[in-house]
């Protein structure tokens, strides 16, 4: 009995995160994730899965040391809006599980259900220097696609940071289809949704015995009670500067709601509205050219002018691979970098545009307390660079998340490793001619 007791713990142990380390690492150009300029000679210490200091000097205090060689150190990359987990191959229906077409649900689905922490693109943009990621469901049959959640990117089963971490919405067109074809269908379903949620939360007992014809699930109205108190955030997609503006109006007749934009192609155009309402803005950062007729005054200067006016905006990419390619935020936030040095363009400094990847997002959905810079009391995400992280030539040389170290390996690197130097009589049969 002891044996098998033994093997069964040996077996789950597997699917537990390892322990935290306690780690100083000296001598960096040490980034801060908050918009500040690199600070050279620096030393951040991780105690407890959590950041105790980060700053210029100091030493060890114990635990492992790591001289990084004034290498860049860095808070983990955070994707600001992703799909990681939830999509394997988009074609193959058993592996998508983005969206439910079919499902009589909406705004109740909850992403977690379907998060697999193996899937392939894990690994891949942890290579990468992502440890966190937004990860949002895709809509079906309603504007309102479901629950999303913040992830790590960990080497472990046990993925979820913050279930439940926010809700998320389709606008303009893609709201219009879905709604029934227009966008005052949109507005209309918004509205009685959240009409029908109001009711919910005035009598739960009640709700139940609606009949067949009611709009909203009693689960789908559970699921909005946050959304309408403004404890849950809501984002929400949305890239024509007029629908901007009709969110905005949302804000004011229902003065609980946290919106947050996501995609805002022509936000730059109203961006001193967005400002003055206090909104966030996870954007597309390369999108310069209309992909729709929603987008037709895109620039990818959006984000610099968004900035200049006082917009909070980190960096999302909603439909741009975002199942797979989430570490792309790094190139583009590189981006914003050179188009500061581009005559009638806007971009951002070097220590702005690193935060649109890591402080802003996280501030966006509300976790700047816990992500996204290197301040003390964050969780211990930590990433050394082989050079300018900016630049996609760099890569990571060791990354820590919650104070673990991680592989850095994946799938792409073993394969590549394998083939590299092929020996026949290491090749598999099929190889073998």
Not at 26 to 45: F, I, K
Not at 389 to 397: D, F, K, R
Request: charged share 20%.
């Amino acid at each position: 009995m002891k044996r098998l007791i033994l093997a069964a713990l040996l077996a789950g142990s597997t699917a537990l995160p390892a322990a935290a380390q306690d780690v100083t690492i000296t001598n960096a150009r040490l980034v801060l994730g908050d918009g500040s300029a690199p600070v050279e000679g620096g030393t951040v210490v991780i105690r407890g899965g959590r950041v105790v200091s980060a700053g210029r000097g100091g030493a060890s205090t114990g635990g492992k040391t790591i001289d990084a060689g004034g290498r860049y150190v860095t808070p983990g990359i955070v994707a600001g809006f992703t799909r990681l987990g939830i999509v394997e191959v988009d074609g193959v229906g058993p592996t998508n599980d983005a969206s439910a077409r079919d499902s009589v649900f909406n705004a109740g689905l909850d992403v977690t259900a379907g998060l697999n922490p193996r899937a392939t693109p894990i690994a891949i943009n942890r290579t990468d220097g992502v440890t966190r990621a937004v990860v949002a469901p895709d809509n079906g049959g309603s504007i309102f696609a479901g629950r999303g959640a913040v992830i790590d990117l960990g080497n472990d089963m046990d993925a979820v940071t913050r279930p439940h971490a926010f809700q998320f919405m389709e606008w303009g067109e893609a709201g219009a289809r879905a709604a029934g074809g227009s966008r005052p269908a949109a507005m209309a379903m918004f509205r009685n949704a959240l009409f029908e949620a109001q009711a919910y939360g005035r009598n739960p007992a009640s709700f139940a015995n609606r009949g067949k014809e009611a709009l909203l699930t009693r689960t789908d109205a559970q699921a909005l009670q946050g959304v309408l108190s403004g404890q849950v955030p809501l984002l929400i997609h949305v890239e024509r500067a007029s629908d901007i503006l009709g969110v905005l109006a949302l804000k004011r007749e229902f003065p609980g709601l946290k919106p947050v934009l996501v995609g805002a192609a022509e936000g730059w155009t109203v961006a001193q509205q967005i400002a003055a309402a206090g909104v966030p803005v996870l954007a597309s950062a390369l999108a310069d050219l209309p992909a729709s007729f929603e987008q037709l005054a895109a620039t990818q200067s959006n984000i610099g002018r968004m900035k200049a006016a006082g917009v909070t905006v980190g960096i999302g990419m909603i439909g741009d691979d975002e199942a797979r390619q989430a570490r792309l935020v790094r190139q583009y936030a590189g981006n914003l970098v050179a188009l500061s040095k581009i005559p009638g363009a806007a971009g951002l400094d070097w220590g702005a545009a690193f935060a649109t990847i890591t402080s802003l997002p996280a501030r966006a959905i509300g976790m700047e307390s816990e992500i996204g810079t290197l301040a003390a009391g964050r969780r211990g995400d930590v990433v050394i660079w082989d050079g300018d992280p900016l630049e996609i030539g760099s890569v990571p040389t060791q990354l820590f998340i919650d104070g673990v170290e991680q592989p850095l390996t994946n799938r792409q690197t073993r394969l590549r490793d394998r083939y590299l130097v092929p020996e026949e009589q290491g090749l598999p049969k099929a190889y073998q001619r």
